[in-house]
């Protein structure tokens, strides 16, 4: 009993002079800046030797000793863990998506603004977007896999911004100088006392549409590009900065999804705005393109504050996947030992964890330091094909256990009833306008803003995987108005589109952040395939939105649009179904009928293990 309290007085003690020692403030040390780490001694060790190449790998003997001993100290929880750099995260994940969603909505206004009568051009253009992310999803996220984090995250930044600008110049000049009724058009400014013919050069037929085809295969570079700094910053680096901390993981996803729909509410906003003050679409474009440019610089700058703060991005991913399952583990111990009393348990989907089965740390370390030896001797081997990589890829895909979750969430993609892509078309063609559009899409973002405010609330009463269910079937009943509103041109039932797309937000809100908790936690556990996992995701959301446009170029008369509305909805209705099949799997049931711990749930890493023995099974 004297030892042990000894031992708590010296370790405390030994804490203490760590905490002096190392502290940035003394020693002449600065403070770090706002969201950054505090400063241990093997850290500025390690930032001075890495410092020409922060993600060269490190073959020094005293800074490898340093890392193992940085991981050490994250393993048990030491106060020098770095707090995550949430500004400069916020603020650039806000820049980016605003980017983004102005870019997106002005897009599809310019197409239905230079061709007029019909949806066919926006119905090609989205379609061969989506036929990109398809074809190159798994490739963007094996990229994500492969390449040192800041290198991607920079190259991703970098390409999207970089087309954006290309692209709005090039529909800066469609919008001036192209015509596609006629063969020649001449453009004219109108002044106050008579209209001056320009004798400059035009645009042909030939010379337009080839523009356009160079605006369709920007924008599949946009959307890959766009892609990876999804995967990069939502499913690599948030992981890793909340360390298997679910709670932290929920808040910071709900406040990232706030982001963006504010994003989704402001964008459209200040372009009908720029659009109204400036009176000229083409004028907008350069607007556009300026401002990427500006925005650009900030952003590249937030990228590597965070990356400069935040130590444990410069672990290797195996080393952190470990970490994180042995903490998950003992928290899942701690949790199961607490609601040994629940009587109603799903046989399928119960695990015993044993002692035994837990990794040692010493084992851990040393499998770190003989990565860290050996990483400059690794040996190189030939690769396979591609189509076979993309056949073994689909089978993990396929196999693992959130394959249901994500394809219902990817057959909803189909959806047409909601403002963005052709429908924004539709309605520019029923009369309204670009002020009309974006109040709306306005009143809609607010819906799915209260869609993120529901999640959490929900998912903390009666469960994750059943927070899903409800929102998802709540997509639907209120998507049945909007459909039937379609068939109708009275006002009356106009007002029936507004208001149910507006309540199906809410649901189709709640739905996503439910999927992507879902990804991130059963995902991250499988850390060597969690970017080829995240690529099939987005691939097979890719292939049910290009299956929305592919309705719309059979019906692109804005007179037959109800037809592939139809069919949206019944898609819907099938990814609802999708789902529920999946809530029956993990919870043995669809409906709650008995009374018991309503917040446990299977734990992400023994979900894996087991979908991985019956694999190895079969």
């Known amino acids: 009993m004297i030892n042990s309290h000894h031992n708590a007085a010296s370790s405390s003690s030994h804490l203490n002079r760590h905490t002096e020692e190392y502290s940035p403030l003394w020693k002449g040390h600065q403070q770090p800046p706002l969201g950054g780490p505090v400063v241990s001694r093997s850290n500025l060790r390690y930032s001075a030797v890495s410092q020409s190449n922060p993600e060269s790998p490190i073959i020094d003997t005293d800074v490898a000793e340093n890392r193992l001993q940085d991981l050490g100290r994250c393993m048990d929880g030491d106060p020098f863990r770095s707090p995550i750099p949430l500004l400069y995260l916020y ?12 870019y997106e909505f002005a897009s599809y206004f310019f197409i239905m603004e230079i061709f007029k009568n019909t949806l066919l051009p926006m119905s090609i253009y989205g379609f061969s977007t989506t036929v990109a992310g398809i074809i190159l999803s798994t490739t963007v996220g094996s990229f994500v896999d492969t390449t040192p984090r800041l290198k991607a995250v920079q ?15 090039v529909f800066w000049a469609l919008l001036t100088w192209f015509d596609p009724s006629s063969d020649i058009h001449i453009p004219a400014i109108k002044s106050t006392k008579t209209i001056v013919a320009i004798s400059e050069p035009t645009l042909s037929l030939y010379q337009g549409y080839s523009l356009f085809t160079f605006l369709v295969i920007a924008s599949g570079v946009l959307k890959l590009s766009a892609l990876g700094w999804s995967i990069s910053i939502e499913r ?57 440019m500006c925005s650009f610089c900030l952003e590249l700058v937030l990228v590597r504050r965070i990356w400069f703060n935040s130590p444990i991005l410069r672990l290797p991913r195996s080393i952190r996947s470990h970490r994180n399952n042995n903490v998950r583990t003992r928290r899942d111990q701690k949790h199961k030992k607490a609601n040994s009393y629940s009587s109603v348990v799903n046989p399928l989907f119960t695990t015993e964890y044993n002692h035994d089965e837990v990794e040692p740390r010493r084992d851990l370390l040393s499998e770190t330091e003989s990565e860290i030896a050996q ?37 909803i993609y189909i959806n047409l009833m909601s403002v963005s892509g052709t429908m924004i078309g539709y309605l520019k063609w029923r009369g309204l306008t670009a002020s009309s559009i974006a109040l709306l899409k306005g009143v809609c973002t607010c819906s799915e803003l209260l869609g993120t405010i529901l999640m959490p609330i929900t998912s ?22 909007v459909l039937l509103s379609i068939y109708s041109d009275h006002l009356p039932i106009q007002a029936m589109i507004f208001a149910g797309m507006a309540l199906s937000r809410v649901g189709v809100w709640s739905f996503d952040l439910v999927i992507t908790q879902i990804m991130q936690e059963y995902v991250e556990s499988d850390a060597n395939n969690a970017g080829i996992i995240n690529g099939w995701h987005y691939s097979m959301m890719s292939l049910f939105e290009l299956i929305q446009f ?15 509305c139809t ?11 999708v789902y529920s099949a999946y809530a029956m799997r993990m919870r043995g049931h669809l409906f709650h009928y008995h009374r018991n711990n309503l917040t446990a749930h299977i734990s992400p890493a023994v979900a894996v293990n087991e979908q991985r023995s019956e694999d190895d099974s079969r």
């Not at 190259?155 to 110049?169: D, M, N, P, R």
């Not at 109204?276 to 083409?282: I, K, M, S, Y």
Request: glycine share 2%; proline share 4%.
């Open 91 to 102: 603020v650039v994940h806000a820049l980016c998506t605003f980017d983004e969603r102005m």
């Open 550 to 564: 592919i309705l719309t170029m059979v019906w692109s008369d804005p007179q037959q649009y109800f037809m592939p």
């Open 460 to 481: 903390r009463y009666i469960g994750l995987i059943r927070s899903g269910a409800w929102s998802i079937w709540f997509e639907v009943v209120t998507l049945t108005p």
């Open 236 to 292: 690599d680096w948030i992981v890793s900065l909340c360390q298997s901390d679910s709670e932290m993981l929920t808040k910071i996803n709900v406040f990232m999804k706030r982001i963006d729909l504010v994003c989704k509410l402001v964008s459209p906003l200040a372009f009908a705005t720029l659009l109204t003050l400036l009176q000229n679409p083409g004028y907008c474009s350069l607007v556009i393109a300026a401002w990427c």
């Open 567 to 577: 069919l949206s909805f019944v898609c819907v209705i099938v990814g609802a179904a």
């Open 155 to 169: 190259s991703f930044l970098l390409t999207q911004k970089l087309t954006t600008i290309l692209s709005a110049l």
């Open 375 to 411: 990483s400059s001797t690794r040996k190189i081997h030939p690769s396979p094909s591609l189509f076979r990589r993309g056949i073994h890829s689909f089978q993990d895909y396929a196999h693992h256990v959130v394959f249901l979750a994500s394809l219902s969430y990817a057959i």
